[in-house]
């Protein structure tokens, strides 16, 4: 980099200075009768309405990650990065299905995380401790993938001394970052990244409009962008095509449709659909979520504009993740670089708050409450998330600082891999008692088997394993995502064990869930009055 950009760096310090602010004021809005409780810190109280809502989930879903990564992956493969695009859009109407419901069930026996739901739902600690433990496990490098994104940023801005500044100086503003989202996540909860997230999208949304306006102005409009695009991608060595391949196009569907599947089950989307008011506003979010989708699309385009800017040309070792950066910085007045890298800086903070504290309920309600102290209180809970979030957060940093950002990225696209094997037992269970929990428990270990080993065996120019997402699909001999075909095999597996348990009338847990408990509205039952248990049919 050449020196610090010091009018981006004053702007990018300004909003970072306000959402500081704005997160530890968190703490006294809607200020709870009893703090100390995990739904208080854990979800809100439960109170957010429609809007609060969108933006909570949307801050949560399209991440600093995403605004980096998105447009990398059109910046190097064309075609094929877009399939965020169509997943996002399958995503909604399938969870508009099953997320109501999941609320429902939640609200009336006290659910905060989806291991609770399983554990009273098949009456088995073993895969309720599972699906706690695949949550914690699929979130942890999501996290850590939002300090990749503020890192391009302040490389970008100049920030850190320079490669001749020893390591501590050069990763002292990632330090100060993540120490004040520890701090004030620690005093205001899910409060925090929810008022934030107003900022971090209003923020967003004007930097992409931005974007897609004035940058194709100053380069000669969307003909010569795309001009600039097919001479690229239609040079020898070039790894990527203007219209997707034949030959791509089961993996870039199985992708989409895997990716979509598995979205609404990661722990940080579930968490912000729980801290959710009503029903309706689960179902009114799902309907006008979409409206995301349409950002993401202009907000890939920002690779091909990349592209026809020449950044990164005739660099064969170019770092794909500063594409966006870099653009943004050749091409927008240093005052607007500054508030476009804000929206990315604010961009990690808030996902990496929501997911923090959802790794922290699945620690606290499902291991810590389960296995090591039956007899915590809702205040022993509640402490012992906060700690777990400061925890799940230095060991993000730590992750990241230690390892190579490539094994970041490689461990990020297991997560999806990962968390897809949980939906089985979630959403299977959200319509039906007909699996046997034993049953689901072997097929969630068949599908993170194999899901890994298959990825564990893909090479990449930049890594011995975990190089990609996709490999043959056994019995068709297409190329398509490896979580996809890991899921089918945990159906499968599922399907003929409880065929087999049922047959010989092998025992079931019980169910303490009834029918209307998946359709009930708000105030219709409370917590306390969950009903007691009944026997597994």
């Known amino acids: 980099m050449n020196g610090v950009n010091v009018p981006a760096l004053a702007v990018f310090v300004l909003f970072f200075l306000l959402v500081t602010v704005m997160g530890f004021l968190a703490s006294r809005w809607r200020r709870a009768d009893n703090a100390l409780h995990l739904d208080e810190w854990g979800l809100g109280g439960r109170s957010f309405g429609t809007w609060i809502t969108w933006f909570l989930l949307g801050g949560d879903l399209y991440t600093a990650y995403t605004f980096v990564a998105v447009p990398a992956a059109v910046y190097a ?82 920030v850190g001394g320079g490669e001749s500044a020893n390591w501590f100086v050069q990763d002292l503003p990632l330090f100060i970052a993540f120490g004040v989202l520890a701090a004030y996540t620690y005093s205001s909860g899910l409060r925090a990244p929810a008022l934030i997230a107003f900022v971090k999208d209003a923020l967003v949304y004007v930097v992409i409009i931005v974007a897609v306006i004035y940058i194709p102005i100053r380069l000669g409009g969307y003909g010569h962008i795309f001009d600039a695009v097919g001479e690229r991608f239609d040079a020898p060595g070039s790894g990527g095509s203007l219209t997707l391949p034949e030959n791509k196009q089961w993996t870039y569907a199985t992708l989409a449709l895997g990716s979509a599947m598995a979205l609404f ?156 094997q949980t939906f089985v037992s979630i959403v299977g269970g959200l319509f039906t008692r007909w699996f046997h929990h034993w049953a689901l428990l072997a097929g969630w270990a068949a599908g993170m088997v194999y899901g890994t080993w298959k990825a564990y065996g893909i090479s990449s120019p930049k890594t011995r394993h975990f190089g990609g997402n996709a490999a043959e699909i056994p019995g068709i ?3 398509g995502y490896i979580g996809l075909t890991a899921f089918v095999l945990n159906l499968l597996v599922a399907v003929a064990l409880t065929l087999v348990l049922r047959a010989v009338k092998a025992p079931d847990g019980p169910d303490e869930t009834r029918p209307g408990d998946y359709s009930a509205e708000s105030g219709d039952e409370e917590p306390k009055n969950a009903p007691e248990p009944v026997a597994a049919h």
Do not use: C
Request: net charge positive; aromatic share 10%.
């Open 477 to 479: 001999g297409e190329i």
């Open 265 to 420: 089950l990661y722990p940080h989307s579930v968490t912000g659909v729980l801290a959710s008011r009503s029903r309706n506003t689960v179902r009114r979010n799902m309907a006008i979520m979409p409206a995301y989708s349409l950002m993401l699309g202009l907000l890939a385009l920002l690779g091909f504009m990349a592209i026809a800017a020449g950044i990164g040309r005739g660099d064969k070792d170019f770092n794909t993740q500063l594409a966006v950066p870099q653009l943004f910085e050749s091409m927008f007045p240093d005052w607007f670089t500054g508030v476009a890298f804000a929206a990315i800086g604010i961009g990690a903070l808030v996902p990496a708050a929501i997911m923090s504290i959802a790794a922290a309920n699945l620690f606290t309600r499902n291991v810590y409450k389960e296995y090591l102290k039956p007899s915590a209180t809702p205040a022993d809970e509640t402490r012992v998330a906060k700690l777990v979030s400061l925890l799940v957060k230095v060991g993000a940093l730590v992750f990241v600082l230690g390892m190579d950002k490539q094994a970041a990225i490689n461990l990020q696209l297991l997560g999806g891999l990962w968390i897809l």
């Open 77 to 158: 493969t064309g075609a094929a990065g877009f399939f965020a695009v169509p997943y996002t859009i399958i995503a909604y109407p399938l969870v508009f299905l099953f997320l109501p419901r999941l609320w429902s069930v939640s609200r009336v026996h006290g659910y905060v995380t989806p291991a609770d739901f399983v554990r009273g739902r098949y009456g088995s600690r073993p895969l309720a401790l599972v699906v706690a433990l695949t949550g914690i496990l699929a979130t942890m490098p999501y996290i850590a993938l939002q300090l990749v994104g503020i890192q391009a940023v302040l490389d970008v801005l100049g």
